[in-house]
């Protein structure tokens, strides 16, 4: 797989001067190892743009062991992607790689090496790391008595770092002068290469700071909702690993993960909450995009959003209010920009102690089964505060903003040519992502309490239920006074795996364009959800990111749409909302006439203004269960009765 097999004849290869079109270039080429180190590649990129003296190629080294995603990054690149062979039988002006391994000695230019991560932190054994006696052997223990070295700190270490008594590397690319000191502790050999260079990936997350509402809208995040970040490297003794021995929680204890989705779920209000993962690539690649998806099926009918391996997960640091990681750089880049974390893994065997990433894991809250999720959470928001790792950060980078200035300036000294006048030094800002709502198409249990009849105002709370276990009981209300009665009644959109649930629930939902000729009209969609769904209290269908169609089984038509904010910005909260608390104001024995002009509608801090508009009714149609209606809605009444809170005093 190591670039193909098939040698370039443009714009390198035995006849390629009869072919090209511009020549004498500069030849840079681009060392893939995987998708990880490709993204750091990426990062740089820009710093050749806009120089018609230079001629960019990549290749892959074939010797990682996680090879998929890499051919399809290198087509999205759109360079010239040389086989391995080839590329070592090419001379370059300039060789940048984004991890160590495979046979970057072999390669004919000069090799700057920049970190793939935050600096190098991780423990990871080179193929030829092997079992020797302990150092402190004594008499007392067995004679065959053997154990394993402690594996060396990748990209600082004589085991990655030199060939034959020599630096790989002609420039060693550092952020901190932190990791000099530990270079030079681990491999003085290599201490001349050192090059303190910044760090490209945390510079672009630093301009992009203030774009984080901006974010937090394309991600669906509200006013007062909160965004939680799911982060995981790879490994058994990640986050998302099964291996206990991560460390976080108590010892012996099971898999955490399966805890862990499970609870994100069942402990976090859908509306008051965002969930999404960022998951290493090597997880991604390593088992399969499809395995990956099949293991987060649950949580992601629950409303979690799984972030892409390579765009979008700079972006959901920045929005977040909480990461949930481990021993990652994702984790550590968070804390650096002062999210708060808690740490669900944090194997500190497999790092070196003198780095920044363990001395996070020696500060940082960690995650305990034992206690409520959510609490665990709140409390790490509320007890928060910015500069809580201001000491970490700044050991990120020395240089942070500058890097793509520095790195450059080093490029262009190791191909022998001027920088660029015209052309200032720059990285690509980070996009914004495409806008993805929240979507639970999981059966909701929802609980209604009213806060004001006149003029109607009503608290809801909607929790995603998750495979077989019963619905669970009401959660208390943190601002619910002492012996509230709720109204509970249950929702699924009618896209749900559990098609089960639609004959029972109270409200079903339906998401579409008002236009779309499958469904009809929404008017025509409701009338016939309700003859399908006898046993409904009232139907919605959702045409807008703020608005919806209801209809109730007494037959009103009813348009539910939200204010818009000052600045004009739609209402960020899930539609679904306003059609169960109407439905509750109904079930608790109001009129429609009573909601008219408008309800108040809360989902944790948040009130949402939302209009009551009857529609005209379309023309009747013969009904098909005519003779369901009167007992299914006494049969709704019945079951949308108050119910008293059991944590009611």
């Not at 965002?274 to 099926?297: E, F």
């Not at 009665?485 to 749900?496: C, G, L, N, R, V």
């Amino acid at each position: 797989m190591a670039g193909g097999t098939a040698r370039l004849r443009v714009p390198v290869g035995e006849d390629a001067d009869r072919w090209i079109t511009r020549t004498g270039c500069r030849r840079v080429l681009l060392v893939v190892h995987n998708v990880t180190s490709a993204t750091r590649l990426l990062d740089v990129l820009p710093l050749f743009h806009s120089d018609v003296r230079v001629q960019m190629f990549a290749t892959c080294t074939g010797s990682s062991p996680f090879l998929a995603g890499v051919p399809e990054l290198l087509a999205r690149a759109g360079l010239p992607v040389l086989p391995w062979e080839q590329a070592k039988d090419t001379d370059f002006d300039l060789v940048v790689s984004a991890s160590y391994g495979g046979e970057l000695g072999s390669l004919r230019g000069k090799l700057t090496v920049l970190s793939h991560g935050t600096g190098y932190n991780k423990r990871l054994a080179t193929p030829n790391h092997r079992t020797t006696e302990p150092p402190n052997h004594r008499t007392t223990e067995p004679p065959n008595h053997r154990t394993t070295e402690p594996p060396p700190v990748f990209g600082l270490a004589p085991d990655w770092l030199l060939e034959d008594g020599r630096p790989l590397a002609t420039a060693t690319v550092l952020s901190h002068p932190e990791q000099l000191d530990r270079l030079r502790s681990a491999c003085p050999e290599a201490a001349p290469t050192a090059v303190l260079a910044g760090d490209p990936c945390y510079d672009r997350i630093l301009a992009a700071i203030p774009q984080r509402d901006r974010f937090r809208r394309a991600l669906g995040v509200g006013p007062g909702q909160r965004l939680i970040v799911v982060s995981s490297t790879w490994a058994s003794r990640s986050l998302f690993g099964g291996d206990p021995a991560g460390g976080a929680d108590e010892p012996g204890a099971a898999d955490l993960l399966p805890w862990l989705l499970s609870r994100l779920a069942a402990e976090l209000p859908a509306d008051e909450y965002r969930t999404a993962a960022v998951l290493h690539p090597n997880i991604w690649y390593g088992h399969g995009p499809g395995q990956v998806q099949a293991w987060l099926d649950s949580a992601r009918r629950a409303g979690l959003e799984a972030i892409p391996p390579l765009d979008g997960w700079r972006q959901a640091l920045i929005a977040a209010d909480c990461v949930l990681g481990d021993h990652s750089s994702v984790t550590y880049y968070a804390a650096s920009i002062g999210v708060p974390v808690v740490l669900g893994a944090f194997p500190q065997e497999d790092l070196d102690p003198r780095s920044p990433v363990a001395a996070l894991g020696r500060s940082a809250p960690r995650l305990l089964r034992r206690g409520s999720l959510r609490a665990q959470i709140d409390r790490a928001i509320d007890a928060h505060h910015p500069d809580r790792y201001k000491a970490l950060a700044e050991q990120t980078s020395s240089s942070p903003g500058e890097s793509a200035v520095l790195l450059r300036r080093l490029f262009y000294d190791l191909m022998g040519i001027p920088e660029p006048e015209a052309h200032p030094a720059l990285l690509d800002p980070l996009p914004l992502p495409p806008y993805t709502p929240t979507r639970v198409t999981a059966p909701i249990r929802v609980l209604v309490r009213q806060l004001s009849a006149d003029p109607p105002e009503l608290a809801v709370t909607r929790y995603a239920v998750v495979g077989d276990a019963p619905d669970p009981d009401p959660a208390p209300d943190p601002a619910a006074p002492a012996g509230t009665a709720y109204i509970a009644h249950s929702a699924a959109d009618e896209e749900t795996r559990e098609t089960g649930r639609l004959s029972v629930a109270d409200v079903v939902v339906r998401r579409a364009a008002e236009d779309d000729a499958r469904l009809g009209p929404p008017a025509a969609w409701a009338s016939e959800a309700l003859d399908r769904y006898p046993y409904c209290g009232l139907v919605a269908y959702v045409d807008g990111p703020d608005r919806c169609v209801v209809r109730t089984r007494e037959g009103d038509l009813v348009r539910l749409s939200a204010a818009t904010d000052p600045d004009g910005r739609p209402d960020l909260c899930d539609p679904a909302v306003y059609a169960s608390a109407l439905h509750a104001w109904l079930a608790d024995g109001h009129t429609l006439d009573a909601a008219l002009p408008a309800i108040t509608v809360r989902t944790g801090t948040a009130a949402h203004h939302v209009t009551v508009e009857p529609l005209p009714q379309p023309p009747p149609t013969p009904p098909s269960a005519g003779s369901h209606a009167s007992d299914s809605a006494s049969s709704t009444r019945s079951r949308s009765a108050p119910i008293r809170s059991p944590f009611s005093s």
